[in-house]
């Protein structure tokens, strides 16, 4: 849980998960305003067996997620991106390609359309 890390960016995180992540299932990244799209995909790229994701008042756009074959989200079942003002329509349908299992998603005061 490394919610309202405002201090937390993807290069310390980089640092962290190489060959640590790999069997991580839930990640909290709640308010952790200094990550970025392309940080996040970097991250995730170390976590393939995450179920649980929590992006809630993040400043993702998820475009980014283009660049993440099928298999990085696999497993993903639960994704909070409620209140990530930034998310576009085309970052969610990035997104949603790359978790064929997700069964929960919470968009709650998004701009999606």
Do not use: W
């Amino acid at each position: 849980n490394l919610s309202s890390g405002t201090l937390i960016t993807e290069e310390k995180f980089s640092e962290l998960s190489i060959g640590y992540l790999h069997q991580l299932e839930n990640l909290d990244l709640f308010d952790c305003s200094n990550i970025t799209d392309l940080g996040l995909v970097k991250i995730l790229r170390c976590c393939p067996e995450l179920k649980i994701l929590v992006l809630a008042y993040s400043k993702i756009m998820g475009e980014m997620f283009s660049e993440l074959s099928l298999g990085y989200l696999h497993q993903l079942e639960n994704l909070n991106l409620s209140c990530c003002t930034n998310i576009t329509d085309l970052g969610l349908v990035n997104i949603l390609k790359c978790c064929p299992e997700l069964k929960v998603l919470n968009l709650r005061d998004t701009s999606i359309t």
